[in-house]
């Protein structure tokens, strides 16, 4: 679902995104994060999400950057909140936090480049065009990350 030029990506912590201490694993909010901007593609227009797939068009990430604030545990309900914040020539900047009962468990900042069967291209004008119809420069529905202070070392 799309409101506010940000799409909604539900599901519930499976044992199988779990870690030993049954809390979902790190690494398994990459692949969901990867899940919601594909459904985000596809819910602006599934015929051409299917064109792009077909035509070997996707995204390559060269840059990452992610925190994680509180975990998810076994069974939880997450909402992964994506946001388009800026599109240029070659590559988009996305913003996903993950969500759980109104708490913000993960926020991720993400460069994604254009890519053609494994090399850069321009961003296809039409996934241009309905890019830039959902983006927010501004992420203004986005809450911020928690600042953390640096523990005081005793001397």
Not at 20 to 25: E, F, H, I, L
Request: some cysteine; charged content about 25%.
């Amino acid at each position: 679902m799309i409101e506010d030029k940000t799409h909604r990506y539900e599901f519930r912590v499976s044992v199988g995104l779990t870690d030993m201490s049954g809390v979902m694993y790190h690494a398994r909010y990459l692949e969901r994060a990867d899940e919601a901007r594909q459904a985000f593609l596809y819910e602006l227009d599934s015929e051409y999400a299917e064109q792009l797939a077909q035509d070997g068009v996707g995204f390559s990430i060269p840059e990452l950057n992610a925190k994680f604030e509180t975990p998810a545990g076994y069974g939880s309900p997450i909402k992964v909140n994506t946001m388009i914040v800026d599109v240029g020539e070659k590559s988009l900047q996305v913003a996903q936090w993950f969500t759980s009962k109104d708490e913000v468990l993960a926020h991720l900042d993400i460069t994604l480049v254009t890519v053609q069967n494994g090399k850069s291209i321009g961003i296809p004008q039409r996934l241009k065009e309905l890019l830039l119809s959902v983006c927010d420069p501004k992420a203004s529905g986005r809450p911020q990350p928690r600042i953390r202070q640096a523990k005081q070392q005793p001397t």
